[in-house]
Structures are given as C-alpha cells and as structure tokens.
C-alpha cells in the first residue's frame, strides 16, 4: 500500500506550467528552435506542485524560481560561458564504504566552512544556478545549514545523502535554509544487497528512517538516487526496484549507472552499454507517462537528444579538499582553491574539454587508466595530458542548436 506522502505534492497543471515560464518576460526573447526544444524536452515529465516550488525533476531549478530566472537570463540569453551545474562536496566524512563510490581515493587537508562559503560564492558570481551538495556524507558537516542558507540565494540547492544521522530537526532546518530537494541513497529493494553494496550493515534501515523524515518537512522535494548495475538494468530489476520506490511515496527516483570512477571499476563488464543506456531512457519516458512519482534518469538528461555531456565546462565539481574536477564522477583536479581562485581553475579547465554527446569518463576511462599509476585523482599535468588524448563526439541536441543560433545572430549583427 502507497504511504501517504507528508510534503505534499500535486500534478501541476499544463496552464501553471505555462503561466510560470511564461511570467518572464525574457523567454519571448528566445530564439524559436531553443524554446521549442526546451517545451519537448519538458513533454517526457510531469511537473509537481510541492510547496510553492514547480518542479519538473531536481536536476533543474523549480521553474518558477529565481534560479530558473537565472538560467534563462544568464545563460540563454546573455550566454554566459560559465558553469551552470556544479557540485561541492562539504566533507569527505562517511561510515559507508560503497563498492562504487566516487570519491574514494580522493585525500588532503579538508575545507573549513570559510573555504566552503568562498568557494560557493564564487561557483554562483561564474553562473551557477543548481548545486548539488555531497561528500562523503554532508549531513556530518556541522555548518550544513549554514552552508545551505548561503547556496540557496539565487540557486537551487539539493542535497546528496545516505541519510545517516539525520534528525527531524536538522531536516526541518535544512528546508528553512532553502534547500528544495533532497535524494537519499537507496540501491535495492533488498535490504541485504543495498547493506553489500554500501558495505555497511543497516544502511538500507537508515535510508527507509531518513525518507519517512525528510518527507516531513513541508515543501520539500524528496527523492532517492540509486545507482544500477547492468545487471539490474538487463534483467528487469530496474523496474522492480522503481515499483518498491514509488510504494515509498516519494516525489522522484533518480537513476543513475555505475560510472568507472576507480580501479573496480575500468572493467566492461561492470558498466553500462549503450543499449542498457537506452533501456533506461525508454523506462524513463514510460513511467513518466503515468501520475505519480517522477522518474528522472540521469543518461537522458546528458544524452544525445538532449544536453549532453558538460563536465569541464557547465558542470563542475570541488571536491572536500578543494581539488576542482570536470564531474563528481571524474577523478581529475585542474587545481585546488587554496592555491588559485576558483575563476581561473574553472576556465583552464573549460579549454581542453568539449561538449560532448557521450559521457566524458565512460568514452576516456581507459586513458584514466594510462595514467592512474600516480594516483588518483590525477593532478593538473596528467589531466592536461589525458585531456589532451581524448576523444570528443559532436555535442548534445540542444547545443547544437544553441551554437546554431548564435551563429545566426552573429552573422545578422556583422550584417546590420
């Protein structure tokens, strides 16, 4: 039986979707082909209404909300050539040991609050509108609130977490902070094989607590992220699990695939095809269909037929040390910032990458692999080289057009 959920939520209705994005004056300025994009990218999910926020799926701001404004204005117009994503890991701190965790070589003298705060300032002054909080696990972090009122000005903020040790009050004082979604890690909808898998005996326990928690606080987004396996996705389990999360009563599942972030994992057989790839997509759009609890894979948000891959140039990842990389995923550092300000890391970094319509670390892991014997992540020198080596496909659907637009406006300026 679904549980009833504590943070309300509604299907927004087609005209309050439209009224909202139509409430800024600046999207009649768009060019016809990116806003017709963006209205068909928009048609493979069903806006909620939590709180006063209207959320089509947290890896985009509440459309109403001045981040969106941001977005719009910033980077659709104005074309900034800054991040627009970024993620900051506020402590590198966690009792799980996960198979495929990310951060797991990644070591140094972690950031104070301070850093942290000046590192954020500065990722939302280049253009950021969403950050994504992580660690480690980031509700150890005693200043979270603190860190999350300072993020939420201007950007949508989310929340990365196994949910250990959250309280009803912390959660309550994150929501007044600002944050607008949270995603707690739940893997299987087997206590067991989610407990192996984060090695850690009552993690799955801690997650089922921490849902039913955050789903108390009024006008949050909640969701859970899971990370699949191929063997997940080609059997069937995908589905099974998306059954058991929506039982849960949460607002959003947020897919993701094993990505080869470390040794373990620069095997074939541990990730992901192409065709498991566009299985998920396929899931994706089907259960989207449907009322109820969205589901938001992240391969069709950068796939090809939509945004593609920005890591190094719109999506950026400071790291609990202050090392800034391409991607969460990506265990590179172009620099860290207490030794050059963040402006400058960010921009060294944006000249070598390109947009690209695969994903940067499942097309180049192999090269990671050349150069890994070091150490990981890599430091500036060998991601530069590696940088330097790998391959870069066409960009992404809506990047295409986007180029193709200011190409046009261009030629018509240096006409008129």
Same mark, same amino acid.
């Given at each position: 039986?679904?549980?009833?959920?504590?943070?309300?939520?509604? *299907?927004?209705?087609?005209?309050?979707?439209?009224?909202?994005?139509?409430?800024?004056?600046?999207?009649?300025?768009?060019?016809?082909?990116?806003?017709?994009?963006?209205?068909?990218?928009?048609?493979?999910?069903?806006?909620?209404?939590?709180?006063?926020?209207?959320?089509?799926?947290?890896?985009?701001?509440?459309?109403?909300?001045?981040?969106?404004?941001?977005?719009?204005? !910033?980077?659709?117009?104005?074309?900034?050539?800054?991040?627009?994503?970024?993620?900051?890991?506020?402590?590198?701190?966690?009792?799980?040991?996960?198979?495929?965790?990310?951060?797991?070589?990644?070591?140094?003298?972690?950031?104070?609050?301070?850093?942290?705060?000046?590192?954020?300032?500065?990722?939302?002054?280049?253009?950021?509108?969403?950050?994504?909080?992580?660690?480690?696990?980031?509700?150890?972090?005693?200043?979270?609130?603190?860190?999350?009122?300072?993020?939420?000005?201007?950007?949508?903020?989310?929340?990365?977490?196994?949910?250990?040790?959250?309280?009803?009050?912390?959660?309550?004082?994150?929501?007044?902070?600002?944050?607008?979604?949270?995603?707690?890690?739940?893997?299987?909808?087997?206590?067991?094989?989610?407990?192996?898998?984060?090695?850690?005996?009552?993690?799955?326990?801690?997650?089922?607590?921490?849902?039913?928690?955050?789903?108390?606080? *009024?006008?949050?987004?909640?969701?859970?992220?899971?990370?699949?396996?191929?063997?997940?996705?080609?059997?069937?389990?995908?589905?099974?699990?998306?059954?058991?999360?929506?039982?849960?009563?949460?607002?959003?599942?947020?897919?993701?695939?094993?990505?080869?972030?470390?040794?373990?994992?620069?095997?074939?057989?541990?990730?992901?095809?192409?065709?498991?790839?566009?299985?998920?997509?396929?899931?994706?759009?089907?259960?989207?269909?449907?009322?109820?609890?969205?589901?938001?894979?992240?391969?069709?948000?950068?796939?090809?037929?939509?945004?593609?891959?920005?890591?190094?140039?719109?999506?950026?990842?400071?790291?609990?040390?202050?090392?800034?990389?391409?991607?969460?995923?990506? *265990?590179?550092?172009?620099?860290?910032?207490?030794?050059?300000?963040?402006?400058?890391?960010?921009?060294?970094?944006?000249?070598?990458?390109?947009?690209?319509?695969?994903?940067?670390?499942?097309?180049?892991?192999?090269?990671?692999?050349?150069?890994?014997?070091?150490?990981?992540?890599?430091?500036?020198?060998?991601?530069?080289?590696?940088?330097? !080596?790998?391959?870069?496909?066409?960009?992404?659907?809506?990047?295409?057009?986007?180029?193709?637009?200011?190409?046009?406006?261009? !030629?018509?300026?240096?006409?008129?």
């Amino acid at each position: 039986m679904k549980k009833e959920k504590n943070a309300v939520a509604r *299907p927004a209705l087609r005209r309050e979707v439209l009224r909202a994005l139509l409430a800024r004056p600046q999207v009649l300025r768009l060019r016809p082909s990116i806003s017709l994009f963006l209205l068909r990218y928009m048609r493979n999910f069903r806006a909620q209404k939590i709180g006063g926020n209207l959320i089509l799926h947290s890896h985009l701001p509440p459309l109403n909300s001045r981040a969106y404004g941001r977005f719009i204005k !910033e980077h659709l117009l104005e074309r900034s050539a800054g991040p627009s994503h970024a993620q900051v890991a506020v402590t590198n701190a966690c009792p799980q040991k996960c198979a495929f965790c990310y951060n797991r070589d990644r070591t140094g003298r972690p950031m104070d609050t301070e850093t942290i705060l000046r590192v954020i300032g500065d990722l939302k002054a280049a253009g950021v509108f969403w950050l994504g909080l992580t660690g480690g696990e980031p509700l150890l972090k005693r200043d979270l609130v603190e860190i999350t009122a300072a993020a939420a000005d201007g950007c949508a903020v989310k929340l990365f977490t196994t949910g250990m040790g959250v309280t009803a009050g912390l959660a309550r004082d994150l929501g007044r902070a600002g944050l607008f979604s949270v995603s707690v890690s739940l893997d299987h909808w087997k206590e067991e094989i989610h407990d192996a898998g984060r090695r850690f005996p009552g993690a799955y326990r801690e997650a089922l607590r921490a849902i039913d928690v955050f789903l108390g606080v *009024p006008g949050l987004h909640v969701g859970v992220s899971s990370v699949l396996s191929p063997e997940m996705i080609r059997g069937g389990d995908a589905e099974r699990l998306l059954d058991f999360l929506e039982g849960l009563g949460i607002h959003e599942s947020w897919l993701s695939e094993v990505m080869p972030s470390a040794a373990p994992l620069w095997v074939e057989s541990a990730l992901a095809n192409a065709a498991d790839r566009r299985s998920l997509a396929r899931l994706q759009d089907s259960r989207n269909r449907r009322e109820g609890m969205t589901v938001n894979y992240l391969g069709h948000f950068e796939g090809p037929e939509n945004f593609g891959c920005n890591a190094g140039r719109r999506m950026v990842y400071v790291d609990a040390f202050g090392e800034v990389s391409p991607c969460v995923f990506t *265990p590179m550092s172009f620099g860290n910032v207490r030794d050059k300000p963040l402006r400058d890391i960010v921009e060294d970094m944006g000249r070598g990458f390109r947009p690209s319509a695969s994903c940067f670390l499942r097309e180049n892991y192999r090269l990671l692999e050349k150069y890994a014997a070091a150490g990981l992540p890599l430091d500036r020198e060998r991601s530069a080289r590696l940088v330097a !080596e790998a391959g870069f496909g066409p960009p992404g659907e809506f990047l295409k057009r986007f180029e193709k637009t200011a190409r046009f406006e261009k !030629e018509a300026s240096h006409d008129a």
